[in-house]
T-cell receptor
């Protein structure tokens, strides 16, 4: 149990286009989902925290208009990178915590975004 | 702000060798500490955790002790196996991991040779 699935696992898009990444909790309801970004040989950096039905909370320095987060249900959150540029190329990872748990976050496999 | 520093990799060991991966942290309060592992092609998985000073987390033969005096949470295993090859991340948070985001170290790539 406690499986989190991200889709797609990798994507290549052209500069100026938008790309959506999905994060699903397959076998549990997630009160909170998190989005991280990882540069090569760097830490995972928390981008934003989303709670079902409310606006996401973004970390300092993260552009909320560029990285749109929607958490429409207890099993799905989406990250949309708008007007993507090559500097947005990165590895994006989501995690979800289970309703009633509060003690552990479960991670998706990550999405490799390349903007050309 | 809070930060986590862990040893750079890759770390290459022979099977059955003793493993230590160092992790130190800087925090304004008293966080919970975690080790996550990422096997090739998979998401991060919680390996072990400790929520207060002097606690020892353990799982699958791995251990780490929360040392407040040295602000450290070093990961150890007495005899590694090829299947332990993965990337290991040290992390901290104040909520136990579920309600707040985690602050991660850069990750240490461990390679175990037969």
């Amino acid at each position: 149990g406690a499986v989190v699935s991200q889709h797609p696992s990798w994507v290549i898009c052209k500069s100026g286009t938008s790309v959506k990444i999905e994060c699903r909790s397959l076998d549990f309801q997630a009160t909170t989902m998190f989005w991280y970004r990882q540069f090569p040989k760097q830490s995972l950096m928390l981008m934003a925290t989303s709670n079902e039905g409310s606006k996401a909370t973004y970390e300092q320095g993260v552009e909320k208009d560029k990285f749109l987060i929607n958490h429409a249900s207890l099993t799905l959150s989406t990250l949309t990178v708008t007007s993507a540029h090559p500097e947005d190329s990165s590895f994006y990872i989501c995690s979800a915590s289970r309703v009633g748990s509060g003690q552990e976050a479960f991670f998706g496999q990550g999405t490799r975004l390349t903007v050309v | 702000g809070d930060s986590v520093t862990q040893m750079e990799g890759p770390v290459t060991l022979s099977e059955e060798a003793f493993l230590t991966i160092n992790c130190t942290y800087t925090a304004t309060g008293y966080p919970s500490l975690f080790w996550y592992v990422q096997y090739p092609g998979e998401g991060l998985q919680l390996l072990l955790k400790a929520t207060k000073a002097d606690d020892k987390g353990s799982n699958k033969g791995f251990e780490a002790t929360y040392r407040k005096e040295t602000t450290s949470f070093h990961l150890e295993k007495g005899s590694v196996q090829v299947s332990d090859s993965a990337v290991y991340f040290c992390a901290l948070t104040y909520s136990g991991g579920g309600a707040d985001g985690l602050t991660f170290g850069k990750g240490t790539h461990l390679i175990i040779q037969p």
